[in-house]
């Protein structure tokens, strides 16, 4: 572990690529905050302090999510729900569909993923618009899950997504 705050090891860990995927974009590389198992570790138990004995499972968002659902789900004892996007998931789905600046997306999850009522974290790596986030909890919330807060390791707020969020609680570790 460290003793560095989280939102320090953040700005030392996550790496700017301009022009990826595509150009004008700065995509927030997490794969050396995953690779220092110290910060990684201080990022997990941030996370647990603060939703230990407050959620029944943890949502992790395709794919990065996935990588800090895990984990946090194991350390609060709780199981882990996939949510993906559309055509990874066999079985029954449900599915939501958002708007992207060309175009939609859509995300899906099992429709026995969750017991009724259960209360959920969701997580992902970094809020930017905010589709992503809200299309993942109304589909929680549509397969009978409560949504108790989102999370997130950065958020973009240039791009606004809290905006497109009425009403949920949004939890960042860095805002920039
Ligand atoms: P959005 O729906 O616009 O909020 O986009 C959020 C999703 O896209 C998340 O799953 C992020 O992992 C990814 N994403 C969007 N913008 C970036 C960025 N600049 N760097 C890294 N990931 C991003």
Do not use: N
Not at 74 to 87: S, T, W
Request: glycine share 10%; charged share 25%.
């Amino acid at each position: 572990m460290t003793d560095e705050p989280v939102a320090e090891l953040l700005r030392r860990l996550v790496r700017d690529v301009p022009d990826f995927p595509q150009p004008g974009v700065v995509f927030k590389d997490i794969a050396p905050l995953l690779a220092d198992g110290a910060a990684f570790a201080a990022v997990i138990g941030h996370f647990a302090d603060r939703y230990r004995e407050r959620v029944d499972a943890v949502v992790g968002i395709e794919a990065r999510g996935f990588m800090l659902a895990a984990p946090l789900a194991i350390e609060l004892g709780v199981g882990f729900v996939p949510v993906r996007k559309a055509g990874k998931l066999p079985g029954q789905t449900h599915q939501v569909s958002y708007d992207l600046e060309y175009g939609t997306a859509s995300v899906e999850v099992q429709v026995d993923a969750f017991t009724p009522g259960q209360r959920v974290l969701v997580l992902d790596d970094v809020l930017a618009t905010g589709g992503t986030a809200e299309a993942s909890c109304e589909l929680v919330e549509k397969a009978g899950a409560e949504v108790v807060e989102l999370a997130m390791l950065m958020e973009l707020s240039f791009l606004r997504g809290r905006e497109r969020l009425p009403g949920r609680a949004v939890h960042s570790l860095l805002t920039v």
